[in-house]
């Protein structure tokens, strides 16, 4: 079945490195996505990885793929207050033609 | 300007009534989504268009109809709103083929609720 899991939250104390796992069905999947969605707004693209890929490494942000398992995570480093939002992992389906989204991990953030 | 726009952003209607949210982009984009959010449950499809006269089923279709008037332009209706279809509504575009990157672009949303 088509299926992305995530927890549905996450708090960490500010300053300390938060980690946001998914787990998705679709061994076919070409990229697999990190979104990120701010109180009131629609969703973002955060990050991406290519499904041939290990580990892909953006400021703050390192995701890891761990393909044998499934399994996707999003690692936050020195996470601020301003990162407080909803993560969506998602997957391509189709050729690309379809995204599947998890149920979002909200983090929260506390001082 | 905001590329994604969605029209209304908040709608309270009563059972039985019917609804159309707008959504309108600047982006040249051939592929345009419709997705519902509820709590716990992330975003789900409703339906897609890859092009003008090319329409499909999502995944929770029943109780919705969409039209593509333009390329820029995809409704989404509820002929007969139901309280159970209270959420937060979501448009989004995306190139057509994919393109090199398969992002898709989100709108503000438009949250409705059915009394």
């Known amino acids: 079945g088509e299926d992305v899991e995530q927890s549905l939250f996450l708090s960490v104390r500010e300053g300390d490195s938060s980690v946001i796992n998914c787990t998705y069905t679709?061994?076919?999947?070409?990229?697999l996505y990190w979104y990120k969605q701010e109180p009131g707004a629609g969703l973002q693209l955060l990050t991406y990885?290519?499904?041939?890929?290990d580990m892909k490494q953006d400021q703050r942000l390192t995701v890891l793929l761990n393909k044998k398992d499934k399994h996707l995570s999003l690692r936050i480093a020195d996470t601020q207050t301003g990162d407080s939002a909803i993560y969506f992992c998602?997957?391509?389906?189709?050729?690309?033609?379809?995204?599947?989204f998890g149920s979002g991990t909200r983090l929260s953030i506390r001082p | 300007d905001a590329d994604v726009t969605q029209t209304p952003r908040n709608r309270i209607t009563k059972t039985g009534k019917r609804i159309m949210l707008e959504c309108s982009q600047t982006k040249g984009h051939d592929r345009m989504y419709w997705y519902r959010q509820d709590p716990g449950l992330g975003l789900r499809l409703i339906y897609y268009?890859?092009?003008?006269?090319?329409?499909n089923k999502g995944e929770i279709s029943d109780g919705y109809s969409v039209s593509r008037q333009a390329q820029a332009k995809f409704s989404l209706s509820l002929e007969s709103a139901i309280p159970n279809q209270t959420a937060l509504y979501f448009c989004?575009?995306?190139?057509?083929?994919?393109?090199?990157?398969?992002?898709?672009?989100f709108g503000p949303g438009t949250r409705l609720t059915v009394l």
């Open positions: 679709d061994s076919s999947s070409t990229y």
């Open positions: 268009s890859f092009d003008v006269k090319d329409i």
């Open positions: 990885i290519f499904s041939n890929m």
């Open positions: 998602a997957e391509t389906l189709g050729g690309a033609s379809k995204i599947i």
């Open positions: 989004a575009t995306s190139e057509n083929g994919g393109g090199p990157l398969p992002e898709q672009f």
